[in-house]
């Protein structure tokens, strides 16, 4: 009997974070990751901050802009279990963004983008 598989992996991330106005704490963006991957195959996970982390308020031309802490490259090997996120983390609280100042800034509704990357390693032969 022979199976054969090319394995899969489901790669969950938050639609989107509402951070309350003048709050300058770290945000959590948690990801998570389940895979069962053919043996040596791996994932690997970074997310970064789009336009630089320069967040545009509706209708016009006033900006904030949000940092991303966490968002290194992180490898997962062939098997992870269901909410897994990364090796050495704790909770999955592995992304976080962060507003810095909102001093000088009119309030407003603000967006920004940020990006994750998934990249599927095949094993070596």
Not at 79 to 84: C, D, I, K, P, R
Not at 101 to 116: A, H, N, Q, S
Request: proline share 6%; glycine share 10%.
């Amino acid at each position: 009997t022979e199976i054969t598989t090319e394995g899969t992996y489901t790669f969950t991330i938050p639609a989107g974070v509402t951070v309350p106005w003048g709050d300058t704490n770290p945000q959590a963006m948690t990801y998570s990751v389940e895979s069962q991957l053919l043996i040596g195959a791996r994932l690997k996970v970074s997310a970064s901050a789009n336009d630089g982390g320069v967040m545009k308020a509706t209708g016009t031309e006033e900006t904030l802009t949000f940092t991303v802490s966490g968002g290194d490259e992180v490898e997962f090997m062939p098997v992870n279990l269901a909410n897994t996120t990364a090796p050495d983390v704790v909770d999955g609280e592995n992304v976080s963004v962060q507003i810095a100042d909102f001093t000088d800034k009119p309030v407003g509704t603000y967006t920004g983008t940020l990006t994750y990357t998934v990249t599927y390693v095949a094993p070596t032969v």
